[in-house]
């Protein structure tokens, strides 16, 4: 069991960040292919973004219970915003969120900010910021060069449509975070730098 003080596989990838730049030609047909309104993906092509990332262990439990709250319907069999109902525990005997169970994260833009909480492996009904009701799943992946990347993986429909986005999140040799998404072959690459 990871101990408090124990260093994480991905702890690189925590801080805070803000947008430099991004793949100008393709968020466009990223953003329409994911049913993004067009007002919006006007808005979200000049906007700067702040992202923070921390480890879930640094949280109470009743502020992973807040940042737990972005969700719409009921959980699925395998989704809640306290999973204690899975087989692995995220608390320890005393009932302390067990370090790299999950993140912290918060984003903030000049119209939306976002405060939400993800545990590792545990499936979670979200309504994401441009208004979509996605299914999400955060895991750590290994990628092939050996970077260790933070996976989102996202489901939801468009017009009874189904739909999914895989977005990776790692820290490059420069030591900016590389925020990857993709869908139906479209790839949009988000560099931020630390703040």
Known sequence: MIQAGDKLPHQQIFGSWRVCGFDSENINSYLKHIGVSYAIRLAAKNMSQDVKINDISSLTLSQIETGSKNTWGPPTSSSSSN?????????????????????????????????????????????????????????????????????????????????????????????????????????????????
């Open 83 to 195: 999973p204690s109902n899975n087989s692995q525990s995220l608390t320890d005997g005393e009932n302390n969120v067990l370090v790299g169970a999950g993140v912290h994260i918060t984003t903030s833009t000049s119209l939306t900010s976002t405060d939400d909480v993800f545990y590792f492996n545990v499936p979670r009904n979200v309504c994401t910021k441009d208004g979509r009701k996605s299914t999400v799943c955060f895991s750590i992946v290994e990628m092939e060069d050996g970077t260790l990347a933070i996976q989102k993986l996202e489901k939801w429909m468009v017009k009874n449509k189904a739909m999914s986005a895989k977005i990776l999140m790692f820290v490059d040799g420069n030591d900016q975070m590389v925020t990857r998404m993709e869908s139906a072959g479209i790839v949009v690459n988000r560099v931020h730098k630390r703040i």
